[in-house]
């Protein structure tokens, strides 16, 4: 390994990331559209398995949560992909800008 990213692979140096401090605003905080979204999830499972998410429930959890984090990691690649495609990749230049040239897309 040579430590330089193939064409097409994203590569992040979060160590060298340095972003200036939040600025307030009038937008709904995060947290609470994150604990809207968790209440709405919690819904969702009763609706589709007729229980609530529950320790010692026969699952494991550690498989459960890896599978939804590679999910999450392809999820994320398409939305960089379909950005660096055409206008769109305009909008994500500015991840360039905070990056570097340590990304690649």
Same mark, same amino acid.
């Given at each position: 390994?040579?430590?330089? %990213? $193939? %064409?097409?692979?994203?590569?992040? =140096?979060?160590?060298?990331?340095?972003?200036?401090? %939040?600025?307030?605003?009038?937008?709904? %905080?995060?947290?609470?559209?994150?604990?809207?979204?968790?209440? $709405?999830?919690?819904?969702?499972?009763?609706?589709?398995?007729?229980?609530?998410?529950?320790?010692?429930?026969?699952?494991?959890?550690?498989?459960?949560?890896?599978? $939804?984090?590679?999910?999450?990691?392809?999820?994320?690649?398409?939305?960089? $992909?379909? =950005?660096?495609?055409?206008?769109?990749?305009?909008?994500?230049?500015?991840?360039?800008?905070?990056?570097?040239?340590?990304?690649?897309?």
């Amino acid at each position: 390994m040579t430590g330089i %990213p $193939e %064409p097409g692979v994203l590569s992040i =140096r979060v160590d060298t990331l340095s972003q200036p401090p %939040p600025v307030r605003n009038d937008r709904t %905080p995060v947290w609470d559209l994150v604990i809207a979204d968790m209440r $709405e999830r919690k819904e969702f499972g009763w609706r589709k398995y007729k229980t609530y998410l529950q320790a010692f429930n026969g699952r494991d959890a550690l498989v459960d949560a890896y599978q $939804e984090a590679l999910d999450l990691c392809v999820y994320l690649r398409q939305e960089i $992909e379909q =950005r660096s495609a055409g206008p769109a990749c305009r909008r994500f230049s500015f991840l360039r800008r905070l990056f570097g040239r340590n990304l690649q897309v």
